[in-house]
């Protein structure tokens, strides 16, 4: 695995099918892994947010790039991203690695029954997958304990998060440590896609990189500021860092990852 650098951050450059494998292998091996997803919202999170930020640069997370922003940005810093590793398709190669390899889930994270609605669903897709835990995201810090008692008692090995961004970051890097759990990813609205509870936008839209238009066009309100203002703050904040000539967006040599 390889990576570049981006936006002051280290991208596995990757593809969908080896960031899976991966994945898999290393909940095999139980080896400890928070795994992270950086869009153009991400970074205009992480601009205003040093917290964030530093949890995504120095908290040991591995990062995908995810989204036609960061498509853009590694071209204009020279060179192109193997593949768009998003959270929503590597969902399902995860769930058919872990399926064929014996390996448990947990899914934590969304509205009340919408975890254990993606559960059943993949495992209609994946007879052999076994997803040992669901809960939803709505406790407070007065029973979060109890929830990571539930959670290392479960057994599982890859623990999904979706709690949205930044506080499903900020809340993995806050209780790694207290989670016996070998991998755990944040993956934002993830549930509610494979839950059947919101549409994902067409194959071609997807592929045109206009997934974000297809929310946009589903919840205006509640998108507005995420994509009318925020897509052109990242363009902005984009071609004013490569005007610039900041280490914000350069292109890197390739390196074998270490990790």
Same mark, same amino acid.
């Given at each position: 695995?390889?990576r570049v650098?981006?936006?002051?951050?280290?991208?596995?450059?990757?593809?969908?099918?080896?960031?899976?494998?991966?994945?898999?292998?290393?909940?095999?091996?139980?080896?400890?892994?928070?795994?992270y997803?950086?869009?153009?919202?991400?970074v205009?999170?992480?601009?205003v947010?040093a917290?964030?930020f530093?949890?995504?640069?120095r =908290?040991? $997370?591995? +990062? !995908?790039?995810?989204? #036609? %922003?960061m498509?853009?940005?590694?071209?204009l810093?020279?060179?192109? /991203?193997?593949d768009?590793?998003?959270?929503?398709?590597?969902?399902?190669?995860v769930?058919?690695?872990?399926a064929?390899?014996?390996?448990?889930?947990?899914l934590?994270?969304?509205r009340?029954?919408?975890?254990?609605?993606c559960?059943?669903n993949?495992?209609k897709?994946?007879?052999?997958l076994?997803?040992?835990?669901?809960?939803?995201?709505?406790?407070?810090?007065?029973?979060e304990?109890?929830?990571?008692?539930?959670?290392?008692?479960?057994d599982?090995?890859?623990?999904?998060?979706?709690?949205?961004?930044?506080?499903?970051?900020?809340?993995i890097a806050?209780?790694?440590?207290?989670?016996?759990v070998?991998?755990?990813? =944040?993956? $934002?609205? +993830? !549930?509610?896609?494979? #839950? %059947?509870?919101?549409?994902?936008?067409?194959?071609?839209m997807r592929? /045109?990189?206009?997934?974000?238009?297809?929310?946009?066009?589903?919840?205006?309100?509640?998108?507005?500021?995420?994509y009318?203002?925020?897509?052109?703050?990242?363009i902005?904040r984009?071609?004013?860092?490569?005007l610039?000539?900041?280490?914000f967006?350069?292109?890197t040599?390739?390196?074998?990852?270490?990790?």
């Open positions: 695995m390889s650098f981006l936006f002051g951050l280290n991208i596995e450059d990757t593809t969908l099918i080896d960031a899976s494998a991966n994945i898999v292998h290393d909940a095999q091996l139980g080896l400890r892994r928070k795994i997803f950086v869009n153009a919202h991400c205009n999170m992480a601009a947010n917290n964030y530093c949890v995504l640069q =908290g040991g $997370g591995v +990062l !995908f790039a995810d989204g #036609s %922003g498509r853009m940005a590694s071209k810093a020279g060179f192109s /991203l193997k768009n590793v998003n959270g929503t398709d590597l969902f399902p190669l769930c058919r690695d872990a064929n390899s014996g390996i448990r889930l947990a934590l994270g969304a009340p029954g919408i975890a254990q609605r559960a059943d993949m495992k897709s994946f007879p052999n076994d997803i040992v835990w669901t809960h939803d995201g709505y406790f407070n810090a007065s029973n304990m109890e929830v990571i008692k539930a959670i290392n008692e479960s599982a090995q890859i623990l999904f998060v979706a709690m949205g961004v930044p506080m499903q970051e900020l809340w806050r209780n790694a440590d207290k989670i016996c070998p991998v755990i990813l =944040g993956v $934002g609205a +993830l !549930f509610d896609f494979y #839950s %059947g509870e919101m549409p994902r936008a067409p194959y071609q592929k /045109l990189g206009l997934e974000w238009l297809f929310r946009f066009i589903l919840e205006p309100r509640r998108m507005f500021v995420r009318v203002i925020g897509n052109p703050v990242f902005i984009l071609l004013w860092r490569r610039r000539g900041q280490e967006l350069q292109k040599s390739l390196i074998n990852s270490v990790e």
